[in-house]
C-alpha cells in the first residue's frame, strides 16, 4: 500500500514532489536572461519552487507566502 501524501504546505509535500521536475530541466528549460536591463537574483528552478509554495500552501497571495518564507 502507498503511503499517504502529505499534508499541504509541508516541508514533506515539497520534497516529495521535488524529483519529479529535477532543478537542471527547468534551468535548461527558462535560460537565464542575457541582455540589457536589471539582472535576476534568482534561478528559473527557485522562482519555480516558489510558484509550488503559493500554490501548495494556504497563502492567497505571493506577500503571504514571504511572510510564511
Known amino acids: 500500500m502507498a503511503s499517504p501524501i502529505p499534508t499541504t504546505g ?3 509535500l515539497l ?5 519529479f521536475v529535477p532543478d ?3 534551468n535548461d528549460l527558462v535560460p ?4 540589457r536591463g536589471r ?3 534568482w534561478s528559473a528552478a527557485q522562482l519555480y ?3 509550488l509554495l503559493a ?10 507566502v514571504a511572510e510564511l518564507l
Open 10 to 12: 509541508s516541508s514533506a
Open 15 to 19: 520534497e516529495q514532489l521535488s524529483p
Open 24 to 26: 537542471d530541466f527547468i
Open 32 to 35: 537565464p536572461h542575457t541582455g
Open 39 to 41: 539582472r535576476s537574483q
Open 49 to 51: 519552487r516558489v510558484l
Open 55 to 64: 500554490l501548495l500552501t494556504p497563502a492567497h497571495s505571493f506577500n503571504l
